[in-house]
Every structure is written in C-alpha cells, then in structure tokens.
C-alpha cells in the first residue's frame, strides 16, 4: 500500500510540474482549402469575461451587432467552426474563437500568437494527435503533445529541462 501511495504522489508531481511547464497550448483546425488555420491561448487582444459574454449572445449567422469592448468595436458570428469574434481596429490580433470547457467556462483562442510553426510542424503534430494525447514530439526545442478534440487538434507547447549526462 506504501509504494502505491509513493507510485500515485510522483504521478501527480510528474503532472503538475508538466502543467506548470506549459509555454503555451493551441488549437489547429483543418481549412477546407487544406491549410492549417492556428488558434493561441495566448495574444494580444484581451477582452473582459462580460465583453465576451454579451458578444456570445450577440452572435448571428449573418454577423452580430457591434459592440464597443475595450479593445474596440466587435462583433461576433456563428459559424459552423464556432463563434468568431472580430475585432477591425485591432493592431494584430484581429478575431476570437469563444469556445466552452466541459465545465462550461468560456475560452477565447487567438488568432495571433507568438509560437510561429512550419507547415510541415503542424502537418506533423496533426497527424500525432489521439483522442487520449499522441505521443511526445519534439520541435525546435520545445517537447509538444497533441490530443485529438471535438474542434481539432489541442497541442501543448513546454521546454524540454535539459538532461544532465
């Protein structure tokens, strides 16, 4: 019983030193035309839990009305990919994708992002992603996973710690 509570306390260590290493997380959708479109969990437009909120409800297939955040006029449409928010006087990060966690907690992914991959890096961690998490990959130095979702594919970006010889 010892060695299965020790076994269980450095599984959670292990996860938690995993989860406080995340450099960043994205979601990488497959576009009709066969590109990669990349969503960031981190950029430059941050809007308050209440904007988001209204814009939500605002949303129409044909576009929403407009609504002045504090990032500027948006609107927002219901797509079939989600609710995508735009935000024209945006300088960079110019849409949102509102998505809900099994919780029900929204989540808003970024257009712009600071991890910038290669097409043929994205084409390799599609292809790596299982519904339960694919298998580590490295890339330019960053360890990656990529689990298979409902809305694409959500790849974990940390540095690798260095080993020691």
Same mark, same amino acid.
């Given at each position: ?12 260590? %292990? ?46 297939? /044909? ?39 099994? %919780? ?7 257009? /712009? ?10 084409? /390799? ?41």
């Amino acid at each position: 019983m010892r060695l299965a509570g020790k076994l269980f306390a450095a599984i959670l260590a %292990c996860l938690a030193v995993t989860a406080q290493a995340a450099d960043n997380t994205l979601l990488i959708r497959l576009q009709p035309d066969g590109k990669y479109k990349v969503w960031h969990t981190e950029g430059e437009t941050n809007l308050a839990e209440d904007e988001l909120v209204a814009l939500e409800a605002s949303a129409r297939p /044909e576009g929403g009305r407009r609504i002045e955040t504090s990032a500027g006029v948006a609107s927002a449409r219901d797509t079939a990919e989600g609710i995508v928010i735009t935000i024209p006087d945006a300088p960079r990060d110019k849409a949102l994708l509102l998505d809900r966690d099994g %919780c029900g907690a929204l989540k808003a992914w970024h257009s /712009e992002g600071a991890t910038q991959l290669s097409d043929d890096q994205l084409t /390799e961690l599609v292809l790596s992603a299982l519904p339960g998490g694919g298998k580590r990959i490295m890339l330019d130095g960053l360890s990656a996973k990529a689990t298979l979702m409902r809305h694409g594919v959500m790849v974990v970006l940390w540095r690798a710690p260095l080993r020691r010889p």
